[in-house]
């Protein structure tokens, strides 16, 4: 494994979020109080490359009120750098989680109409600046999907990043519940996502973004290199495709990465969780991994390797951050999971 100091430093845009989470497991006709966190797909990607070393920029609206300032803050506290948000709007974006179990399902709620990011107007940032330092640029299709207003915005980041030759990087990240302001998914992503050059994906996003499928019957492997393929005629500069793959083996989940990248397919083994704390933000996770190792030049191996080692980690993790390190993530992908106690 190459170890060597990475020189990247990615840029994300997204909507900084903050999480209202029932707690004590219930429903939200019952709760009395929340827990709040912070979160968002891009901040989330922000936060554990930080932590695992890679030089981040976070890129957002926000108001100016003291609930901006407590998500900025936590943001800070993982040494993502916030110095190039921007600022105006009403409100903070919100979402709300019930959590499931084994017998019922999670349960979201968003409230982020009108939020200071879904409000974002033309040019209120300056990419070409925001841009001027760094190697690698991010955004996911959730962006997109809160209104017009942002898609547009994100289309401007974009095109920013590919004029200046940067890889970009993205994730589907299809959300049943945005995408309310007139307009199908296929009509907006398929133009956003032509100029990256890795994406994190799922079959489902895939088909509702460009409409292509693959037959259910087939094995993971064969669909996600059909996919790839498919998706190459869409997304001509696309290099790097990866996925994760969930499925229940009775009250267990089982976790597993695929990967094609330059040419070549690259599969994790199969991890059995037995006990998932949240699985909020592990996509995020897996990510950033991945990230993570393309950026420091690991093998394709490597690098689902770390993908899918920080997607399984973060399911152990209350919140959306993934709170983890190089070594503990090393050790996983060695030992697998654990329960002694590391003194």
Same mark, same amino acid.
Not at 200 to 209: G, N, P
């Given at each position: 494994?190459?170890?060597?100091?990475?020189?990247?430093?990615?840029?994300?845009?997204?909507?900084?979020?903050?999480?209202?989470?029932?707690?004590?497991?219930?429903?939200?006709?019952?709760?009395?109080?929340?827990?709040?966190?912070?979160?968002?797909?891009?901040?989330?990607?922000?936060?554990?490359?930080?932590?695992?070393?890679?030089?981040?920029?976070?890129?957002?609206?926000?108001?100016?009120? %003291? &609930?901006?300032?407590?998500?900025?803050?936590?943001?800070?506290?993982?040494?993502?750098?916030?110095?190039?948000?921007?600022?105006?709007?009403?409100?903070?974006?919100? /979402?709300?989680?019930?959590?499931?179990?084994?017998?019922?399902?999670?349960?979201?709620?968003?409230?982020?109409?009108?939020?200071?990011?879904?409000?974002? !107007?033309?040019?209120?940032?300056?990419? %070409?600046?925001?841009?001027?330092?760094?190697?690698?640029?991010?955004?996911?299709?959730?962006?997109?999907?809160?209104? &017009?207003?942002?898609?547009?915005?994100?289309?401007?980041?974009? &095109?920013?990043?590919?004029?200046?030759?940067?890889?970009?990087?993205?994730?589907?990240?299809?959300?049943?519940?945005?995408?309310?302001?007139?307009?199908?998914?296929?009509?907006?992503?398929? %133009?956003? &996502? !032509?100029?990256?050059?890795?994406?994190?994906?799922?079959?489902?996003?895939?088909?509702?973004?460009?409409?292509?499928?693959?037959?259910?019957?087939?094995?993971?492997?064969?669909?996600?290199?059909?996919?790839?393929?498919?998706?190459?005629?869409?997304?001509?500069?696309?290099?790097?495709?990866?996925?994760?793959?969930?499925?229940?083996?009775?009250?267990?989940?089982? /976790?597993?990465?695929?990967?094609?990248?330059?040419?070549?397919? /690259?599969?994790?083994?199969? !991890?059995?969780?037995?006990?998932?704390?949240? !699985?909020?933000?592990?996509?995020?996770?897996?990510?950033?991994?991945?990230?993570?190792?393309?950026?420091?030049?690991?093998?394709?191996?490597?690098?689902?390797?770390?993908?899918?080692?920080?997607?399984?980690?973060?399911?152990?993790?209350?919140?959306?951050?993934?709170?983890?390190?190089?070594?503990?993530?090393?050790?996983?992908?060695?030992?697998?999971?654990?329960?002694?106690?590391?003194?």
């Amino acid at each position: 494994m190459n170890t060597k100091t990475s020189k990247t430093r990615i840029a994300t845009f997204g909507e900084l979020l903050l999480r209202m989470n029932v707690i004590d497991g219930y429903r939200f006709t019952q709760a009395s109080e929340m827990r709040v966190h912070v979160g968002g797909a891009e901040a989330n990607v922000c936060v554990l490359l930080s932590q695992l070393g890679i030089q981040t920029d976070y890129i957002t609206r926000l108001p100016e009120n %003291d &609930l901006a300032q407590l998500a900025i803050n936590e943001l800070q506290k993982y040494k993502v750098n916030t110095s190039k948000c921007v600022y105006g709007g009403e409100r903070l974006g919100l /979402y709300f989680v019930e959590a499931g179990n084994q017998i019922r399902q999670s349960q979201v709620i968003y409230d982020r109409s009108n939020s200071s990011f879904a409000t974002i !107007q033309k040019d209120q940032i300056n990419w %070409d600046l925001a841009l001027a330092d760094v190697t690698h640029f991010h955004w996911s299709g959730i962006s997109p999907g809160v209104s &017009l207003e942002a898609g547009l915005a994100c289309r401007e980041a974009i &095109l920013a990043a590919h004029k200046k030759g940067l890889p970009i990087s993205s994730d589907f990240n299809y959300r049943s519940k945005l995408w309310q302001y007139g307009k199908h998914p296929s009509e907006i992503m398929p %133009d956003l &996502l !032509q100029y990256s050059t890795i994406t994190v994906a799922d079959l489902d996003a895939v088909a509702i973004y460009f409409g292509i499928t693959t037959d259910a019957k087939e094995s993971d492997t064969n669909r996600f290199q059909q996919t790839f393929e498919l998706l190459k005629i869409k997304m001509p500069f696309l290099q790097t495709l990866a996925m994760s793959f969930r499925k229940s083996d009775g009250p267990a989940h089982l /976790y597993k990465g695929l990967l094609l990248h330059e040419g070549n397919f /690259y599969e994790t083994k199969e !991890q059995k969780i037995h006990l998932v704390t949240d !699985q909020i933000g592990s996509g995020d996770a897996f990510t950033a991994g991945l990230l993570y190792g393309l950026a420091h030049t690991f093998s394709g191996q490597e690098c689902i390797d770390w993908a899918t080692a920080c997607g399984v980690i973060k399911q152990s993790i209350p919140g959306d951050f993934a709170i983890s390190n190089p070594a503990e993530i090393s050790h996983f992908i060695k030992n697998g999971s654990s329960n002694r106690i590391n003194r």
